[in-house]
């Protein structure tokens, strides 16, 4: 028998580390909050029937969740044998904020109503609404299952500072800003969690216990919440949800999103760029991850989401999943990959048996504001350390399309009340152009890939490829005829430009001659001799 050297030892990651629950319960919450909102728009402003969001949508977008989570688990548990690290940290999926809105104030709601018109009982008009869910998510998905390949050429050609100043200005507004609006909507409550987020987690304070700290603040701010409720001490409006009954709904593949199909036709406008945004923001937490020192392929990262939210349509879901932008914030956490594992089997087990559906109905918006106001500034402030440090201002140019997408949402975009008095609200009267309403709903719809296209042009600036900032300026006239960005319609939906009329018409072609007219200003300069300029 011939002698043998020993076989070389395969590193074999922990399953769980302490700071996992930490993790855990951060990504919990941010998912929990996005079904709490879906809930709440659908039946609390369109009454729509509520067993038919707890019962039939929740599940199969929870099992989206679920696998999702399963998949980034194996990718981090795979890196990090590879690596022979035990700092890995696995890429947090999880229900997309921003589309999530959409679909339910813009997609689901009004098409419940639309239905309720054409002379459908509420809950025939339900089922229907729901199919039309289910079908949307059907279309995003292979939508971004068809882009996912060009992940990595786009991350090559991008710098990252327009890949994470894009995204960091999305996190400051919508994860920072709105939450902490909600936040503050409760002071006592929302103060005091914040307060002890911020001491856990960003100051690496010490509690007297030996619980992670996000559950601490998770405990502390919700005995706040219902004990001054109950008390009479807590903010206006306080009441106790009617508990729902546990249920097992378990979300089997359908053929009912067949059925919705021919309905998301007019929808379509809005649902590609939903699945386009989610194929950048994508990227852009690759690259994310990247700078933190986790290095996932691109392609991989969105084939998941792609794959999972493709999966959650068929059997069910209406919201589409995607990576999460805090990966380098719960690294910072000292997470690992145990948290997406726990996260993907609460949510989709607890999807299955109601327990989600319950827990939705308790959980106080105070409480889990704070939590995504922490991981937006997290991702906002890796924004600058990771760029260049000549690249800051186009980090900072980056944030401000985001600022508008925000005032749009609390100022009220016209296009989710009525999208008829588009051009009548967008008034010509002003003697310095366009009103102030149309300036900042036009720089709004499509913000992150404008956030994107000019940090990109303000980089190529900086290190003096004056030609590639022009093109760069070039394709966004282009995109901005057919509405991937600046889209004048009030909902952010592309279009062919020749069918534009009236005031639509005119915002677009001066946008778009906007960019051209800088473009072809900045191809003159490059002309220059090397030298010359002042």
């Not at 769980?16 to 709440?40: E, H, K, M, R, T």
């Not at 035990?86 to 947090?92: E, I």
């Not at 106790?240 to 009912?256: A, E, M, N, R």
């Not at 296009?415 to 900042?440: K, N, Q, R, V, Y």
Request: proline share 7%; with cysteine; glycine share 12%.
């Amino acid at each position: 028998m011939s002698a043998s050297g020993p076989s070389p030892s395969i590193h074999r990651p922990r399953w769980f580390v302490p700071a996992d629950l930490n993790g855990f319960f951060g990504l919990v919450v941010d998912n929990l909050s996005i079904l709490g909102f879906i809930a709440a728009a659908l039946v609390g402003i369109f009454q729509f029937p509520a067993e038919v969001v707890f019962a039939r949508m929740f599940p199969g977008t929870a099992l989206g969740v679920l696998l999702g989570n399963l998949a980034y688990t194996w990718m981090a548990r795979r890196l990090a044998a590879k690596t022979g690290r035990d700092d890995v940290t696995a890429m947090p999926l999880g229900l997309d904020a921003p589309t999530s809105i959409g679909m339910a104030l813009l997609v689901l709601g009004p098409a419940f109503i639309g239905f309720k018109q054409q002379g459908l009982d509420p809950n025939a008009a339900a089922i229907a609404t729901w199919q039309l869910g289910m079908a949307s998510l059907v279309v995003m998905g292979a939508f971004k299952l068809a882009l996912s390949f060009a992940g990595d050429w786009i991350t090559r050609v991008l710098p990252r500072a327009a890949l994470l100043g894009s995204i960091g200005g999305a996190a400051l507004t919508l994860l920072g800003f709105l939450p902490l609006i909600e936040t503050l909507r409760n002071p006592v409550v929302g103060v005091v969690t914040f307060g002890l987020l911020l001491y856990v987690l960003v100051a690496k304070g010490r509690l007297p216990v030996k619980l992670p700290g996000v559950l601490v603040a998770f405990l502390i701010g919700t005995a706040l919440y219902y004990g001054l409720g109950l008390s009479g001490l807590g903010a206006p409006g306080f009441q106790l949800p009617d508990p729902l009954p546990l249920s097992v709904q378990l979300p089997w593949p359908s053929l009912g999103f067949v059925e919705g199909l021919p309905h998301t036709v007019p929808y379509l406008p809005l649902l590609l760029p939903f699945g386009l945004l989610m194929v950048v923001g994508g990227i852009n937490v690759s690259e994310s991850a990247r700078a933190s020192g986790d290095d996932y392929r691109t392609r991989d990262v969105l084939l998941v989401e792609a794959l999972a939210t493709l999966v959650a349509g068929l059997c069910g879901g209406v919201a589409q999943t995607t990576p999460y932008i805090g990966q380098p914030a719960y690294k910072h956490m000292g997470a690992r990959s145990g948290y997406t594992l726990l996260t993907g089997l609460f949510v989709g087990i607890g999807g299955m048996l109601g327990i989600v559906a319950g827990l939705v109905q308790w959980l106080p918006v105070a409480v889990l504001a704070p939590i995504i106001v922490y991981v937006g500034l997290d991702i906002t402030t890796q924004a600058f350390h990771e760029s260049p440090r000549r690249h800051a201002p186009a980090v900072a140019l980056a944030f401000l399309p985001s600022i508008a997408y925000l005032l749009n949402i609390k100022l009220g975009n016209p296009g989710w009340i009525a999208p008829d008095h588009f051009a009548s609200l967008f008034s010509t009267s002003d003697p310095h152009g366009f009103s102030d309403l149309a300036a900042i709903t036009t720089l709004g719809n499509g913000f992150i890939i404008t956030a994107m296209l000019w940090a990109a042009a303000l980089v190529a600036l900086i290190e003096t490829r004056t030609r590639a900032a022009a093109g760069i300026l070039l394709l966004a006239a282009a995109l901005t005829l057919f509405g991937v960005i600046h889209s004048v319609d009030p909902r952010g939906g592309i279009y062919l430009p020749w069918n534009l009329e009236g005031l639509r018409q005119a915002i677009a072609f001066q946008f778009a001659a906007a960019y051209a007219a800088l473009a072809v200003l900045l191809g003159l300069l490059s002309l220059q001799k090397p030298g010359t300029s002042a």
